[in-house]
């Protein structure tokens, strides 16, 4: 299954109201759709697709992780980074 349709997946399963369409472009953090715990989970599932640890404090979280594309783009950097 393609990266996207995974977040995808992952967000719907994790956001209280899983009706929500979800766009690339949608808000996450800072419309509040994600709280503290379904951060925590979505740096789970980053560094599982990642497959190396991830420091939140090391970025902008707000800013990099905002949409799913944004999300996508981090891991695909992040990628890049350990190959």
Do not use: V
């Amino acid at each position: 299954m393609p990266p996207r349709l995974q977040l995808l997946d992952f967000l719907r399963e994790t956001l209280s109201d899983s009706s929500l369409e979800i766009r690339d472009e949608t808000s996450l953090i800072q419309s509040g759709l994600l709280d503290s715990s379904a951060l925590f989970n979505l740096a789970l599932w980053i560094e599982n697709h990642t497959n190396s640890p991830i420091d939140p404090a090391s970025f902008d979280l707000p800013t990099e992780w905002d949409t799913m594309a944004c999300i996508l783009a981090f891991i695909e950097k992040q990628n890049a980074k350990t190959s």
